[in-house]
Structures are given as structure tokens and as C-alpha cells.
């Protein structure tokens, strides 16, 4: 990875030059969140030092059935699903990174299916360009976990950098789990789906890779939180410096209706009873906080506030 120092200020170059409009915008001192749709699946938020835009990645489709929810009646979840009203024979499920302009970095939070991923997703660079994002301007790609459509945008087919300035964050535990070489010889191949897909994405970057164990500021004003059980190192992320902080909380819950019923097993979840501790504290961190919270499959705009209801909580977009 030779020239990356200057890549590294090249990107820095074109975000000083592109976005200062977009930062010196942001000089309201109320906490109330300023939203502004840009195009259809672009949401930007304005919290005065700090720029979010939501980018829509398009949007997955699978059955429902009895298999998908581990501890709960198929019946129950279709009611759920109704209540919140959406289809009760499948599961919609949207992606959406998000990009954050903070101090002097312009961040990529995941990186969608890129070219991989089924039909009716892979829009993430097609949206880009909407919110006038150049992906040369991103300077820092920071990845929650593993799973491909989170991973998949990060290289194209042909093996070439998408975003070719940007300096690549990972957890480490997440990295030692699906990079093992004695994990990957013990699996089947049948079953190598997921180790495979993160090999191709990130081999040729070991080298450059920064791993970080989950609990540091990994950049001015962005916070890594442990948010095991969805995957061995999923973690999510405190974004400070605004008027009002922002939790990416990436699949703290990988479907909407979990927010709800935070108990419910999924079969999206690795570690199923750790997953669900998960949901639980850091859905009480972002209220406790009163931070926004953005999510790689939550509904809408995917940022917005969060309440308790009942035995779970609520989500509700900015409008």
C-alpha cells in the first residue's frame, strides 16, 4: 500500500475544499436536529459541527418463517410486523450507511453491498453523488463487523479501492474471528460464505488495516462501543462534537420491529442471548445520552430518537 501518507492528504484536500459550505452551514446552536432530504434516499442532518447524511444502500426482501424469530410464535412476529405496518409474509429490510463529516475527516460508516449484493441494492455510490459525496473525499472508512452488506462496498469486482484516500477501521475482534486460518480449515465449504467474503475484501489491505479494540476514540470525536453478540466483535459507535451526539448502533438490531421486542432471538444474531443484552444496553446508552440514533436497517431516513415503550422501545425517524 505505498503512496497511502499521500493519499491520506489528498483526501484531506479535496474535504477542506469541498465541504466547507456544508460545515460552516451547520452553526445553529439549538439541540433540535436540522434535516434536509436531499434526493430520494439522502437525508442530511445538521448538528452545527458535525454534518450526518444518511445513504440509502437500497433494500433486501426475504420469506418469513417460523425459523427467522428463535423464541417467538411466527403468529406473534406477524402481529408485530402489522402493528408496525409492514408485510407480514417477508421481511423488508433496508441499508443505509452513513457518512460524517467531523473536524477534519469526512467518514464512511460501512460501505453497503457495493457490486455483490442481490438485485435492489448496491446503491450506495449512485447516492453518493446525489449528496455531491466524492468518494476520493473520504478520508476514514469504519466498519461495525464483517457481514458482507456491510464489507462488500468497500472493493469492486476488479479488486480496486472505492474509496482510495480513505484509511480503513476495523474491530480487532472482529478481525480475529473471520480472518483465523484454523477457523476457516475447520469449516466446512459449504459454509465458508461469510470467511471467504471477508478474505476477498480484506487481505490485500491487512497490511494497512487499523485494528482497534472496541472501548477507544478512534478518530476526534468518535467513540468505539463493544456491542458483541450479533457478531463476535460487532461494535457501534458514539459520534461527538455536535449540537447533539449520534449512536450508530449499525445491527444493534437488524430488523426494525426488534426495537419493540428487544428479547426476541433472531436468526441474523451469532450469539442470540448476547445479542439481546446488547440491545437492551445500548439502546439505554442512547437514550441515557440523549443521542440520536442512526442504523444500518432502521426504517426511514434510518437516524432519529429513541423512547422506551413498554417492555422494549420506540424508534421514531427525523421527519
Not at 408485510?87 to 450507511?97: H, I, K
Not at 455483490?116 to 453523488?129: C, D, I, P, R, V
Amino acid at each position: 500500500m505505498t503512496g497511502l501518507h499521500d493519499r491520506f492528504a489528498g483526501a484531506r484536500a479535496i474535504v477542506v475544499t469541498g465541504l466547507l459550505g456544508v460545515l460552516l452551514a451547520g452553526c445553529a446552536t439549538n439541540n433540535a436536529p436540522q434535516t434536509t432530504a436531499l434526493a430520494d434516499g439522502v437525508t442530511r442532518v445538521d448538528l452545527g459541527a458535525v454534518a450526518v447524511t444518511m445513504l440509502r444502500d437500497g433494500q433486501g426482501s426475504r420469506p418469513l418463517d417460523a425459523a427467522f424469530v428463535r423464541n417467538a410464535p411466527l403468529v406473534d412476529v406477524q402481529a408485530a410486523l402489522a402493528e408496525a405496518k409492514l408485510p407480514t409474509d417477508r421481511l423488508e429490510v433496508p441499508y443505509t450507511p452513513l457518512v460524517v463529516d467531523v473536524g477534519s475527516e469526512r467518514v464512511l460508516f460501512d460501505t453497503g453491498n457495493g457490486e455483490f449484493g442481490a438485485a435492489g441494492s448496491g446503491k450506495l455510490l449512485e447516492n453518493m453523488a446525489k449528496a455531491r459525496i466524492d468518494p476520493r473525499s473520504i478520508t476514514a472508512v469504519v466498519i461495525s463487523h464483517f457481514h458482507g452488506d456491510h464489507i462488500n462496498g468497500l472493493r469492486s469486482r476488479s479488486g480496486n479501492l472505492v474509496f482510495p484516500y480513505a484509511r480503513v477501521y476495523v474491530p480487532a475482534p472482529e478481525w480475529n474471528w473471520w480472518m483465523d486460518e484454523a477457523r476457516l480449515a475447520a469449516t466446512p465449504e459449504a459454509q465458508r460464505g461469510g470467511l471467504n467474503t471477508a478474505r476477498r475484501v480484506f487481505a490485500p489491505l491487512a497490511d494497512a488495516v487499523v485494528r482497534f479494540e472496541p472501548g477507544v476514540e478512534i478518530l476526534p470525536g468518535v467513540r468505539s462501543i463493544a456491542a458483541f453478540g450479533h457478531t463476535p466483535g460487532h461494535t457501534v459507535f458514539m459520534i461527538e462534537g455536535g449540537s447533539r451526539k449520534v449512536l450508530y448502533w449499525a445491527d444493534t438490531t437488524n430488523v426494525s420491529m426488534f426495537v419493540r421486542h428487544p428479547d426476541w432471538a433472531v436468526v441474523f444474531d451469532m450469539d442470540a442471548e448476547a445479542a439481546k443484552t446488547t440491545r437492551r444496553r445500548i439502546a439505554d446508552l442512547a437514550i441515557r445520552e440523549n443521542a440520536l440514533v442512526a442504523g444500518f436497517h432502521l426504517p426511514g431516513a434510518a437516524i432519529g430518537t429513541l423512547q422506551v415503550r413498554g417492555d422494549g422501545y420506540e424508534f421514531t425517524p427525523l421527519p
